[in-house]
């Protein structure tokens, strides 16, 4: 349509240059964020020897994997990844379970207090997590849970943030449908769990991807309260080989990439999910 | 008699109401309790207690013994304390302005139809969904002596840096691989911004002869200006808690160069084991992030267009 008007072609040069100048940057930005990956990739299936006898570019052909099988062998990765998937898995359920109980509560049923409780939640989102860590270490020593996985979970099963969302969602819940179950006589607890939730899979799922993830990828609460060696999180464990192998490229780059590709996975297959939390948790305060 | 029936009536009717609020009451506490016991001793009990804890010296193991403001008088004179307030400064003044402007300039070329929007978009992903641990050992290596970055330079001519040893450069590096992994979380922010934007605003400027740069400028900045405001201020907020990427890649150094507040908490309370001025310190961050959070919601009316 544009171009039929003469006066607005000068105008489309100028939209194709800049065009052009999008996609130059774009393509450099990309490049820039994929460059690194490539590079740990490539240097993890060097041998010793070649990390650095050879220029960056250089690439082993074929692969020497002997940086995988040393490091599956030395460090307990394993351990670490079956630690961290319990946790993760335990604070997923978890967090789901009370935060969409309480979002409920919060949403549809009715108790004396009830928004100004929803208001003091909402405060403290406030409250940074710098300044829990140093009482909840305490909390946590004087409860006996340090140096066990219940210190990463006990904090992380209720979040305010979680049950701030779920409210929001349960709102525009529509009302017939309760009204309907009201009707026939279904208590809050069997509506709960026979309506709500089986109608509410994309903000669990989004929400249990984020929870999931956050812990997957902790690392300064884990590194506070897990010292024992065979408790570790893969991000922790991932962290101090830097002490044991500490310019072993190859190996450390192998153990990154190992860490890195069970999200990476999840997130080709969920993609959707993966963004709509981010953007929620963008929108964290 | 029928007065009387009607009255029994209601009055049932009442009752029957007023039980079924009450079980109604009693059902939204039972479902708020299990959250509200983790969030009264993990977040609530915590905040009020690490208050406690700033006007005490405690090294865990000993009980506490209670100095009065005596913490807060050290930070004054303890000069690593400065240097470490000041070093966040700079990070948050140069990492949230330019992380703020690459993205927002990202979202708005990525929200047009082009080829191979998603492999773009897949690729500023990336470093978002990578464990902060793993991105430090990844540019430890890419900014070591031989590493990529002063490859790159010797291809072009130019002599090796110090990226993380020079304490000069070692804040800016850490700052660049901040930027570098958190461009793709406000891209996607801004992006869903960029798509509530009007269409009839954007093309009424392009008639009027705005080209594409003055109707971004002048159309969508100010329609987006709430995102804007709200993604600087978690920016700074982030910023006044980074701690992963210092750890791994320099553990603050060298010297103090690269010791950020988020990582002088964390040595103070865990290294040294100064429960009491850790806990001082992470006071004043808490102070002053709720200082930005409170003034971000009483400026946001003022500063920022809304439609009403």
């Known amino acids: 349509m544009e171009s039929k008007y003469s006066s607005l072609r000068t105008l489309d040069y100028g939209r194709l240059i800049l065009k052009m100048l999008a996609v130059t940057l774009l393509t450099l930005g990309a490049i820039s964020m994929i460059i690194p990956f490539l590079w740990s990739i490539s240097t993890s299936i060097k041998s010793t020897e070649n990390i650095f006898a050879h220029s960056a570019f250089w690439i082993q052909w074929p692969p020497d994997f002997s940086a995988y099988t040393k490091i599956l062998k030395e460090v307990p990765i394993f351990q670490y990844a079956l630690n961290t998937l319990k946790v993760a898995c335990i604070v997923t359920f978890g967090q789901l379970l009370t935060s969409s109980m309480a979002g409920y509560a919060f949403a549809k049923l009715k108790f004396p207090g009830r928004d100004r409780l929803f208001v003091f939640y909402l405060a403290t989102m406030m409250i940074p997590g710098t300044v829990l860590l140093i009482p909840n270490f305490i909390v946590m020593s004087k409860i006996g849970a340090v140096n066990t996985h219940w210190a990463l979970i006990l904090s992380a099963v209720g979040s305010v943030y979680s049950t701030f969302l779920m409210r929001q969602f349960f709102q525009t819940f529509p009302s017939e449908l309760e009204d309907a179950a009201k009707l026939d006589g279904c208590t809050p607890i069997s509506f709960y769990w026979r309506i709500l939730l089986p109608n509410s899979k994309p903000i669990l799922l989004t929400l249990g991807l984020m929870a999931f993830q956050g812990i997957w990828n902790d690392f300064q609460w884990p590194l506070i309260v897990l010292s024992r060696p065979e408790i570790r999180t893969l991000q922790v464990g991932l962290s101090y080989l830097t002490n044991e192998y500490y310019t072993d490229w190859n190996l450390l780059m192998a153990g990154s990439i190992l860490t890195i590709l069970p999200i990476i996975v999840l997130f080709f297959f969920v993609q959707k999910y993966f963004v709509q939390s981010f953007k929620l948790t963008g929108l964290k305060g | ?308």
């Open chain 2, 1 to 308: 008699m029928e007065i009387t029936q009607d009255l029994t009536v209601v009055a049932k009717k009442e009752s029957s109401l007023s039980s079924i609020k009450i079980r109604e009451a009693i059902w939204g506490f039972l479902f708020i309790t299990p959250n509200f016991i983790v969030v009264l001793i993990f977040t609530i009990f915590p905040v009020i207690f690490s208050f406690y804890m700033s006007l005490t010296n405690w090294n865990i193991l000993s009980n506490p013994t209670f100095v009065g403001l005596a913490n807060y008088q050290q930070m004054l004179g303890d000069s690593v304390a400065k240097e470490t307030f000041l070093n966040t400064l700079y990070y948050t003044i140069i990492s949230v302005p330019i992380n703020v402007l690459l993205t927002m300039v990202l979202a708005a070329m990525l929200n047009q139809k082009m080829r191979g929007l998603a492999f773009y978009r897949t690729a500023y992903y990336l470093p978002v969904i990578t464990a902060s641990v793993a991105v430090s050992l990844m540019f430890m290596w890419v900014l070591s002596t031989n590493g990529l970055a002063n490859q790159l330079l010797g291809i072009i001519g130019l002599q090796p840096v110090k990226w993380l040893t020079d304490a000069k450069i070692a804040l800016n590096s850490v700052i660049s691989v901040t930027i570098w992994k958190s461009l793709g979380m406000n891209m996607i922010i801004f992006l869903a911004a960029l798509q509530d934007v009007p269409n009839e605003l954007v093309e009424a400027a392009a008639i009027d002869g705005a080209n594409r740069v003055q109707q971004f400028i002048h159309i969508t900045v100010p329609l987006i200006s709430p995102v804007i405001f709200f993604v600087t201020i978690t920016g700074i907020i982030g910023s006044f808690q980074s701690f992963d990427l210092v750890y791994n890649m320099t553990k603050g150094g060298p010297g103090h160069a690269t010791t950020v507040i988020g990582y002088y908490i964390w040595q103070q309370a865990f290294n040294y084991m100064h429960m009491g001025y850790g806990s001082a310190l992470a006071y004043i961050v808490f102070i002053a992030i709720l200082v930005l959070t409170i003034s971000q919601w009483l400026l946001r009316k003022r500063w920022v267009y809304t439609e009403e």
